[in-house]
């Protein structure tokens, strides 16, 4: 039993998972170089807190590899989520736009929906996980 208040926690490794604990294997492809890290941010099931700054559940970055990278997300429970991944080429941390708001970095969420001028919602982006692996894809758009 966990402390009052206290969560479960959620982690992550490179690679594949392993074993059956309830957990997303998340690929994420489209890498165009090497430099700097790609960024995995996880939403949970409530889609008014989808890609707003605070409201994330989750968030760790990854060293970028041309191509692909992969990694395991271990959960404290089932349930819906949603994913979003950048390439924070240039390493500082952030998700850089331009004077319109539009992306420098290369970005995706999960389930990979086409988009025209804007987010996409919580709706497009959400995946169920049930207990065992849930695999997902995000493509980086650059």
Known sequence: LLPWGARPEIT???GACEGDSTAIDVHVH???NDRGYVTFVLY???PEDFLVKGKK???QRFAAKQGAVEF???LPKPGI???AAYHDEDGDGKFDKNWAGLPKEGSGVSNNPKTFLGSPSHDQAAFTVSQGRTKVDIELKY
């Open 30 to 32: 489209g890498v165009r």
């Open 72 to 74: 395991c997300v271990i």
């Open 57 to 59: 559940i989750f968030k």
């Open 12 to 14: 992550a490794s490179d």
């Open 81 to 83: 989520y949603a994913a």
């Open 44 to 46: 949970g099931d409530k």
